[in-house]
């Protein structure tokens, strides 16, 4: 394991990265108003004071302002990877040279090395621990068991990470309370929806450079993300088709003016296909089997398990890299297929993720989630728990008034009125 020169233990591509990444973080930085606010709430308070946090999420310049804001609390922050593809490695450079945080994550790492970092965060011994995917609570679950006691609490970022951690509570296995942010108003309404719908567009034009209007779009799952990537890319002028299995998800596309139909019949027609649905193998054999030639098949769900890349690998007869991030797929009647970002969520792999603006929400309901957790938690089941209802709103009014937007308050007239049930007759 490599050491800086200050002695902050780290895994990173190279320090000497630093300085752009610190112009990366300022960058982000500008746009994250409300997580501004908190960081300057926590430098004043110290709530997080001597809080020792293992963070693993995707490790980008939003991400980095966290981590800075949790360490100005107070707390003692350790940072590994939520994707090998993820990491922006002159963040991770400046967070070690600069902020003294440790970072274990490098773009591009294999699944062992991925694994080794989510250990070596581990060996932080956390008492709060920060997930996007849930692979750190898995891993103290599995393999390092030896850390559970210590820990007070973990919060959990997205919408696989939740479903996961709900799956533990309900079979009892989950060893301390979560804090789902996803399910905040403030984030899944915000980021899974406008975040993803940019940033998936984004990373598929940046490494294809693929001509979006006019084209055949599929979106696989209408969800928070595939509501707002469909939408995203009937704004690029595509001609966008939604596949779903929830008959009320469908008919809602329908009525947003989508077309809507099984896979196997999209798949005839599609250009380009995303798949954004944390289910696995949605585009597979049958779908390549009749894909058209020059098809491009991206993933922007949280693992690379949607497309069936092996049953890929099998039916076709050579590989190339056409260009970063794409991978050019020659099936045994000619046709080519095109992979992007190894299956992997295509706007971290081949993009920078959502827009700082966006994510200053999900990371505001982070941080007061992880205050709250420190004075809240021994008081909670070994439960998956919704963030606040006070902190979501808060988070939600902070944003509006960084955007110079004022709302209306209820009268109390109105506050009567509507609290009562014998009123409107
Ligand atoms: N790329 C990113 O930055 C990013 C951001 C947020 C969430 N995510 C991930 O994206 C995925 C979706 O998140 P969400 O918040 O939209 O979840 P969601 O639960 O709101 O939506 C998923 C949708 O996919 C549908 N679905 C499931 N299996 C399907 C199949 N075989 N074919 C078609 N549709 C299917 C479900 O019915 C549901 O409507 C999750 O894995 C989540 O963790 C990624």
Same mark, same amino acid.
């Given at each position: 394991? /490599?050491?800086?020169?200050?002695?902050?233990?780290?895994?990173?591509? @190279?320090?000497?990265?630093?300085?752009?990444?610190?112009?990366?973080?300022?960058?982000?930085?500008?746009?994250?108003?409300? &997580?501004?606010?908190?960081?300057?709430?926590?430098?004043?308070? @110290?709530? &997080?004071? !001597?809080?020792?946090?293992s963070a693993c999420l995707h490790v980008t310049a939003e991400t980095a302002n966290l981590a800075i804001a949790l360490r100005d609390g107070g707390a003692d922050v350790a940072l590994c990877a939520s994707n090998p593809l993820s990491t922006q490695d002159d963040v991770s450079a400046c967070l070690v040279r600069d902020y003294g945080i440790p970072v274990f994550a490098i773009k591009g790492e294999d699944n062992e090395t991925y694994y080794q970092h989510i250990m070596a965060a581990l060996d932080h011994k956390p008492q709060i621990t920060m997930d996007d995917?849930?692979? #750190?609570?898995?891993?103290?679950?599995?393999?390092?068991?030896?850390?559970?006691?210590?820990?007070?609490g973990g919060t959990e970022e997205t919408t696989t990470g939740v479903i996961r951690l709900r799956a533990m509570?309900?079979? !009892?296995? #989950?060893?301390?309370p979560i804090i789902a942010v996803n399910d905040a108003?403030?984030?899944? %309404?915000?980021?899974?929806?406008?975040?993803?719908?940019?940033?998936?567009?984004?990373?598929?034009?940046?490494?294809?450079?693929?001509?979006?209007?006019?084209?055949?779009?599929?979106?696989?799952?209408? !969800?928070?993300?595939?509501?707002?990537?469909?939408?995203?890319?009937?704004?690029?002028?595509?001609?966008v088709i939604v596949t779903e299995v929830d008959p009320t998800r469908a008919l809602e596309a329908v009525m947003d003016g989508f077309r809507v139909m099984a896979m196997a019949d999209a798949a005839r027609l599609g250009d380009v296909f995303v798949t954004v649905t944390g289910d696995k193998n949605v585009l597979r054999g049958e779908h390549f089997d009749v894909m058209k030639d020059g098809a491009i098949v991206a993933n922007s769900g949280h693992f690379n398990v949607e497309i069936d890349i092996p049953a890929l690998e099998k039916m076709s007869s050579s590989k190339?890299?056409?260009?970063?991030?794409?991978?050019?797929?020659?099936?045994?009647?000619?046709?080519?297929?095109? &992979? =992007?970002?190894?299956?992997? =969520?295509?706007? #971290?792999?081949?993009?920078?993720?959502?827009?700082?603006?966006?994510?200053?929400?999900?990371?505001?309901?982070?941080?007061?989630?992880?205050?709250?957790?420190?004075?809240?938690?021994?008081?909670?089941?070994?439960?998956?728990? /919704?963030?606040? $209802?006070?902190?979501?709103?808060?988070? /939600?009014?902070?944003? =509006? $008034? @960084?955007?110079?937007?004022?709302?209306?308050? %209820?009268?109390?007239?109105?506050?009567?009125?509507?609290? @009562?049930?014998?009123?409107?007759?």
């Open positions: 394991m /490599a050491t800086t020169p200050a002695q902050i233990p780290c895994d990173i591509k @190279s320090i000497e990265l630093a300085d752009m990444g610190k112009r990366r973080i300022d960058w982000a930085n500008q746009s994250m108003k409300v &997580l501004q606010i908190i960081r300057k709430e926590f430098i004043k308070n @110290s709530p &997080l004071k !001597g809080v020792r946090i995917g849930a692979d #750190l609570v898995t891993t103290i679950l599995t393999k390092r068991k030896d850390v559970a006691d210590g820990v007070i509570a309900k079979e !009892g296995v #989950l060893r301390y108003m403030t984030k899944h %309404l915000f980021d899974n929806r406008y975040g993803t719908g940019q940033s998936t567009i984004d990373g598929v034009v940046r490494c294809t450079n693929v001509l979006l209007a006019g084209s055949k779009f599929v979106v696989a799952g209408y !969800g928070w993300c595939g509501r707002g990537l469909a939408s995203r890319a009937r704004g690029m002028g595509a001609d190339r890299t056409t260009r970063q991030f794409v991978e050019e797929y020659s099936m045994k009647d000619g046709r080519k297929i095109n &992979l =992007l970002g190894e299956g992997r =969520l295509i706007n #971290l792999a081949a993009a920078e993720g959502h827009p700082a603006s966006v994510m200053d929400m999900s990371f505001a309901d982070q941080a007061l989630s992880v205050e709250y957790l420190v004075k809240n938690a021994k008081n909670l089941e070994k439960k998956v728990f /919704a963030v606040p $209802e006070d902190l979501d709103k808060r988070v /939600a009014r902070l944003k =509006l $008034e @960084s955007m110079g937007i004022k709302i209306d308050r %209820l009268t109390p007239e109105q506050e009567e009125y509507l609290a @009562s049930w014998s009123e409107g007759t």
